[in-house]
Every structure is written in structure tokens, then in C-alpha cells.
Nanobody, 116 residues
């Protein structure tokens, strides 16, 4: 069974940085895309950033220039480096993978709170 384990969330002041980490286990291979989504209270879950197995990346307009996604295909991990964090970035962040021929899998989520 495929599982995702996320880490790295927490409380940070505006302008600060955090790095989220997600590791996939369970023998999953051929992961087409690995990405990060977030959901703020009262809002729908939205894409933050995603990277394909060929290295193509997609970012939400609101995080371009501040967040960087990076994946390690050999280790089945994906990180999200978040800089210049703002209060509007406060949300639960979820890791998601899309393996070839298998259903998408979501992580349990990690809380990111940006507050002074």
C-alpha cells in the first residue's frame, strides 16, 4: 500500500521560510507527478506546485518566485522550499502523487501557520 509521510510544517513569522518534505513508500514506481496542495480554512484545496518525472514544474501564481519544488525520483521524495512566507500562505499543506496506472495518493497534511 502506498503511503506518503509529510514533515516540515510549523509556525513561522511573516517573511520567514519553511521547507516541507514528503516521502512515498510502499513500493510505488513510475510516479508521473509529485506535488503540493494546500487548503486554508473555509477555502477549497488548491494546487501550490507540482513537478513531473521529466522535470516540468507548475506553480500557483501566488507562490511564483517564493516557493520552489524539487523531487528526487530515485528516492520518491518531493520537497517544497517556501520563502518570504505571508499570512495568506497559512493552510494545511498536502502532498500528492500520481503514479502511472494507479490512483492518486494524498498525504495526511501538515499545518503551516504564518503569524507574528
Amino acid at each position: 500500500q502506498v503511503q506518503l509521510v509529510e514533515s516540515g510544517g510549523g509556525l513561522v513569522q511573516p517573511g520567514g521560510s519553511l521547507r516541507l518534505h514528503c516521502a512515498a513508500s510502499g513500493g510505488v514506481t513510475n510516479i508521473l507527478a509529485m506535488g503540493w496542495y494546500r487548503q486554508a480554512p473555509g477555502k477549497q484545496r488548491e494546487l501550490v506546485a507540482s513537478e513531473t518525472n521529466s522535470g516540468r514544474t507548475i506553480y500557483a501564481d501566488s507562490v511564483k518566485g517564493r516557493f520552489t519544488i524539487s523531487r528526487d525520483n530515485a528516492k520518491n521524495t518531493v520537497d517544497l522550499q517556501m520563502n518570504s512566507l505571508q499570512a495568506e500562505d497559512t493552510a494545511v499543506y498536502f502532498c500528492k502523487i500520481d503514479p502511472l496506472g494507479r490512483p492518486a495518493t494524498w498525504g495526511q497534511g501538515t499545518q503551516v501557520t504564518v503569524s507574528s
